[in-house]
């Protein structure tokens, strides 16, 4: 049975749509929320050759003029250069304002493609289609879109809420599994920050076949989650913050591990790492890294890094968004289900790392 998850945001309401036959009903799926019109549909070249075509056919039966896009698959998609050749192939094509892109892939293309659509003439209309674990679990859900430089992850980026999300467990048949591992480091975070019974659920999975069965409901309780802290807090100036647990140090060892290591991964090392540290200064109890560490290692996600300590890596910190004047805003857990921020300057992580 279909799950609807309705974002209700004050100038933007969404449903996201989480069911097994989706893929069959792309076309009518988008007919309900769009109007006849261009629709570039923005794919990656391991999603593209899957799935593409048939979400062509289904938009072209619908009545829609669709352009299939392709780009290298990768975090290097997210990039100032492939936004410029997206954007000439929509302007070539004569895309108006009137028009849309729908993103057909994981977190890079919902992250890209969303950039592209709240900027391509001020903003055209954008949905999402998840098609890796890490979408269907957080980044199609919320509205933060971003390219990185070299320098540094997501440094260009808008809030840009779709017209719609779709979030078929199909689409995870053909996912490597590392790359839907990676997912799981963003299901573990999320189940920590939500409650004692979503972290039970997480503690209960035990290798990357349970992992596979059980992702159409962890993508259910991770969506509901995220939409609740995004309902309150769309532009993360509050709660909304807390969604970036073990994200400022797996940030900047994703970024210096130069494509070594996905989000997932480093948002895994991140958190435990972080975890580590306030337990030892009793913000978090005893035992919590523990507890956190289990669930990764279950399906064999990293939890250490060398690059944590490099100067490189105190250098980076900088960058995150949550550093205002100096004071980085960090994420930790008092309790599980209880997250709060705590201040340390830009000066004092080296002791306290
Ligand atoms: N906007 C947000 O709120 C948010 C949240 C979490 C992560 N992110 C971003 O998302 C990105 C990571 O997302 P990701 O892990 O999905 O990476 P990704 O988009 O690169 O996908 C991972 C790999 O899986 C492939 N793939 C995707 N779906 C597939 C399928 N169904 N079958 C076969 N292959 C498939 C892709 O081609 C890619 O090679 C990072 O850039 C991260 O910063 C954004
Ligand atoms: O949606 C959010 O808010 C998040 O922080 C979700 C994160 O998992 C995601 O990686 C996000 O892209 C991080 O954003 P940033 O603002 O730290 O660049
Ligand atoms: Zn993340």
């Known amino acids: ?79 100032l250069a492939t936004v410029g050749d997206v954007v000439s192939q929509l302007a070539m094509y004569g895309f108006t304002r009137g028009d849309g892109l729908v993103a057909l892939g994981g977190g890079v293309i919902g992250d890209l493609g969303g950039f592209i659509a709240s900027t391509y003439m001020r903003g055209i209309a954008f949905i999402q289609i998840a098609t890796s674990l890490t979408a269907q679990v957080d980044s199609s859900v919320g509205g933060k879109t971003a390219v990185n430089l070299e320098m540094t992850k997501n440094i260009i980026g808008t809030f840009y809420q779709p017209d719609l999300v779709l979030v078929d467990s199909t689409y995870l048949k053909t996912l490597t599994d590392r790359d839907l591992v990676e997912g799981y480091g963003e299901v573990v975070k999320t189940s920590a920050l939500d409650s004692e019974a979503f972290f039970q659920l997480t503690g209960s999975i035990t290798s990357i076949e349970d992992l596979r069965q059980h992702a159409p409901e962890l993508s259910e309780k991770a969506i509901a989650y995220k939409a609740k802290v995004v309902m309150a807090d769309e532009k993360e100036s509050g709660q909304r913050q807390f969604l970036n647990f073990g994200h400022t140090l797996g940030h900047a060892i994703e970024l210096l591990a130069h494509g070594q290591l996905r989000h997932g991964e480093a948002v895994a090392i991140g958190m435990i790492a972080i975890t580590s540290r306030f337990e030892r200064d009793g913000v978090s109890p005893k035992g ?64 306290f790392i």
């Open 1 to 79: 049975m279909m799950t609807v998850v309705h974002v209700d945001l004050a100038t933007k309401q969404y449903d996201v749509k989480i069911d097994n036959t989706l893929h069959l009903k792309i076309g009518e799926m988008i007919q309900e929320v769009w109007t006849s019109r261009k629709v570039a549909v923005l794919t990656d070249e391991n999603v593209g050759p899957l799935y593409l075509a048939d979400v062509v056919k289904q938009l072209s039966a619908a009545g829609f003029d669709v352009l299939p896009v392709q780009v290298p698959a990768g975090e290097g998609s997210k990039s």
């Open 288 to 351: 919590m890294t523990d507890q956190i560490k289990q669930r990764l290692d279950a399906v064999g996600l990293p939890t250490s890094s060398e690059i944590i300590g490099t100067s490189a890596f105190f250098d980076q910190l900088k960058h995150d968004k949550k550093n205002h004047n100096g004071m980085l805003n960090l994420v930790g857990l008092t309790s599980i289900g209880q997250p709060k921020i705590i201040k340390k300057s830009l000066s004092e992580m080296p002791d």
